[in-house]
């Protein structure tokens, strides 16, 4: 069954495993908003509580964590009585399926994926079950909502394409038709928005340098400070892309400027080549902290009151449900599994 035959659908996550990075704003976040508001699609979004958890979170943390994400949602553009926007613990068919999805994916596809690899490291024997088994539930967050399209960064392109693994293992092995093979969503300038230490790193929120990042919750002075420290070749802005190829620093910093604007890198060179860092850098910094800052305002605004916040994950949370519970109900006829009458 292709994608066009199911309703068109969005679904993306974003762990509260900390604070969120410019990388998660520019690769994610500002992209769901962009598809919420083309209206061609009903849009799905998720603070995946249970995914951060393969890890160890302190308890208060990710109470603390969980709101933040959903009101960087809120603040970034996402409108709840639009988007379904809820905590992925509050909508027990996303664990349901991730179950069954764990007896159709196999060990081997898991032991491959370059996250496990990179988050379990040589101690993958202390690593917890959770964590090699994430991607079963990921499938089961996008296909238990029937999702046809799902916007992410470049480091999840794996992760979509066992997802549609196990779509179609499930289909062939039951004769069935039933889980679409989504498409996933990346692209553009900031697909993979790199570290500013070290050009061939992505940005993220788990490197142990803070300079690395720009996090949401910057204020305008440590955003400045550091795009200024970002590290670059000494060489000033050349005539077109292209000959950024081989400058990934450089690169990295159009890039996010191009995103930050939602332009395209080529239209932003015909602006800043020949340019020097002293002239670039504080013109990066000013708009990163002019599209940004009144985001980081309005976050905080909405933090301070948490009942609401809880109020609207649980309402979205109900929202979710409608859609997944009769999908998950369908997914346990097929396998011959006995329900309730
Ligand atoms: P997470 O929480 O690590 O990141 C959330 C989103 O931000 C993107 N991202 C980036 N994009 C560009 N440049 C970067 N440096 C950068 N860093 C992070 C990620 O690609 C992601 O889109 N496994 C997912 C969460 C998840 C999910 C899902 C996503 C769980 N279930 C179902 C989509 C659909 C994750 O760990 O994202």
């Not at 491959?112 to 539930?137: C, H, V």
């Not at 960064?153 to 038709?177: M, P, R």
Request: one cysteine or more; glycine letters at 8%; a negative charge.
């Amino acid at each position: 069954m292709t994608a066009s035959s199911f309703t068109p659908r969005v679904f993306s996550g974003i762990q509260p495993s900390g604070g969120l990075t410019l990388g998660n704003y520019l690769g994610a976040l500002k992209r769901f908003v962009d598809m919420q508001e083309a209206n061609t699609h009903e849009c799905v979004f998720c603070v995946v509580d249970l995914h951060a958890i393969t890890v160890w979170q302190d308890p208060e943390a990710l109470t603390r964590q969980t709101r933040e994400i959903a009101a960087a949602f809120i603040a970034a553009g996402i409108d709840p009585s639009r988007s379904i926007l809820f905590n992925q613990s509050q909508a027990p068919e996303h664990a349901q399926l991730g179950w069954l999805f764990s007896c159709v994916a196999r060990m081997g596809w898991m032991r491959r994926m370059t996250q496990w690899k990179d988050k379990a490291g040589k101690n993958s024997e202390e690593a917890s079950l959770g964590l090699f088994a994430y991607p079963a539930l990921m499938a089961a967050d996008i296909l238990v909502h029937h999702a046809t399209h799902v916007p992410v960064g470049e480091d999840q392109k794996q992760h979509l394409e066992l997802t549609s693994d196990i779509a179609a293992k499930f289909n062939h092995d039951y004769g069935v038709d039933f889980f679409p093979i989504t498409e996933p969503v990346i692209g553009g300038p900031a697909a993979r928005v790199m570290s500013l230490r070290d050009g061939t790193k992505k940005m993220s929120k788990s490197d142990p340098s803070d300079m690395s990042r720009i996090n949401l919750s910057d204020d305008a002075d440590a955003i400045a400070q550091k795009f200024r420290k970002a590290r670059t070749d000494p060489e000033p802005l050349p005539d077109s892309y292209e000959n950024l190829k081989d400058r990934p620093e450089a690169r990295n910093l159009v890039d996010i400027l191009a995103a930050l604007q939602g332009r395209t890198p080529e239209d932003v060179m015909g602006e800043v080549a020949g340019q020097g860092w002293g002239q670039f850098k504080p013109h990066l910094a000013e708009v990163a902290v002019e599209t940004m800052g009144p985001i980081t305002g309005e976050m905080n605004r909405l933090l301070a009151d948490p009942e609401e916040i809880d109020r609207i994950l649980g309402e979205g949370a109900q929202r979710a449900s409608e859609i997944a519970a009769p999908i998950l109900d369908r997914t346990f006829d097929i396998m011959g599994i006995v329900r309730r009458a």
